[in-house]
């Protein structure tokens, strides 16, 4: 039969792991960390199994979990949710883009993406018979190009995705930008999808601006952030989705039926760390920032041009001093093949690839290996 997605191949982070793992290398490639989740947070998983939260979890998620979501919305955000029909609980940011994405999104309905973009916005996008739109961000800070952005807004476009902090740049939207926006779609039926992954991964002060600020903008959206950023375990899957009552009325009928509920000994986890130690949260941009400035004055003797770092757990990296011939796919193939250094190409994140000659590296890393990493790049 004909392939429902035919330019899809293998993620280039499953890609790029494996090679990592084949050729014994330091893995800077996919984003995740290599040190442990807070010990409270394991403490209160095994805690929870053995109270015995091991059935189903409510399909929208732990009520106690979406109150200390809401508690937090007040506390940062200012604006107040409703736990009980504004907020659900998904498996991983994931499954709430999927979702939020095919109770939207329809066949020949159009989707704006701002390239570079995450990989899986596309494919659920195709999955529903819809087309994404593709505008790039303007190098070298990666902010929205105002107007190839209204000139990409057409009578079937449904929804616009932004990210903030942004993977893979690390660019951060400004409360300005969030005004421009409400502009931009004012009088327009258009919904916006706002992956706020890294919300807590932000740096030199930088505030995040969730579009959970912006009133307006809150009134069209589908706000979506992953507890696996935040506590540092992407291999449990928990992931949230913030959107008006009637939207996530829609979104819950796609989740009731996709995975119907997320794993639930991790909710009351979550819950037990939201209420009992925000400060791990608070102190997010401390104890990544940390990360950020030891990996890029371990990279000073390389030849790398580093870029600006905004916010998130990725490094940006010029390597046109070290090659120029390599585009960046080829070079990430012989820098984990000869120099035992896994990296992503950034070219894969776009629909059509300017021709910088960019890496990703991730600095969610202890010290030893970031001193590993930046060992290995420095020699090149
Ligand atoms: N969006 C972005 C921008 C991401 O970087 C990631 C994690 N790689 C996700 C979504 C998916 O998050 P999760 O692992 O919670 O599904
Ligand atoms: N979000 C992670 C990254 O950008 C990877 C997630 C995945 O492997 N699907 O590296």
Redo the contacts with the bound molecule.
């Keep these: 039969p004909a392939s429902k997605l035919p330019r899809v191949g293998t ?1 280039i ?2 890609v790029m ?1 494996q090679l990592a793992q084949q050729h014994g290398a330091v893995n800077l ?4 960390p290599d040190f442990e989740p807070p010990q409270r947070l394991r403490d209160s998983l095994v805690r929870a199994m053995a109270a015995g939260a091991n059935q189903y979890a409510p399909m929208t998620g732990l009520l106690r979990l979406r109150e200390q979501i809401a508690i937090k919305s007040q506390r940062l955000h200012a604006r107040r949710l409703d736990p009980e029909t504004e907020i659900t609980i998904t498996s991983g940011a ?1 499954e709430a883009i999927f979702a939020a994405i095919a109770a939207t999104v329809g066949i020949g309905d159009e989707v704006i993406l701002l390239d570079p973009c ?3 916005y596309e494919p659920a996008i195709e999955l529903q018979g819809a087309r994404a739109v593709h505008v790039p961000l303007l190098a070298p800070r990666f902010s929205i190009d105002w107007q190839r952005l209204r000139d990409a807004i057409g009578p079937r476009t449904r929804l616009l995705v932004i990210n903030s902090p942004h ?2 740049t690390g660019a951060m939207l400004g409360a300005a930008d969030l005004d421009q926006l409400a502009g931009l779609l004012r009088g327009t039926g258009i919904l916006l999808l706002s992956d706020e ?1 890294y919300e807590h991964i932000t740096f030199d002060g930088a505030e995040h601006h969730s579009v959970l600020r912006h009133a307006e903008l809150a009134g069209r959206s589908f706000v979506i952030s992953s507890f696996g950023k935040t506590f540092h375990c ?1 291999g449990w899957k928990v992931g949230y989705c913030v959107a008006p009552a009637a939207l996530s009325a829609e979104f819950r009928k796609v989740h009731q039926y996709l995975t119907f509920c997320t794993f639930n000994p991790a909710q009351w986890a979550f819950a037990d760390m939201l209420e009992h130690e925000p400060a791990h949260y608070l102190e997010l941009p401390a104890f990544y920032q940390r990360k950020r400035n030891r990996f890029r004055s371990l990279l000073a003797g390389s030849r790398l041009k580093l870029l600006d770092v905004p916010g998130g757990y ?1 490094q940006l990296a010029d390597y046109s001093a070290i090659d120029d011939e390599l585009d960046d796919v080829a070079f990430s193939r012989w820098l984990v093949e000869k120099h035992k250094l896994a990296a ?1 190409p950034i070219s894969v994140f776009y629909e059509t690839p300017p021709a910088t000659r960019l890496i990703r590296l ?1 600095f969610a890393k202890n010290d030893d290996t970031l001193r590993a990493g930046a060992d290995a790049l420095c020699r090149l």
């Design positions: 993620t982070f499953t792991s490639g996919q984003g995740f994931t995450y990989d899986s993977n893979p992954v992407t990725f992503i991730c």
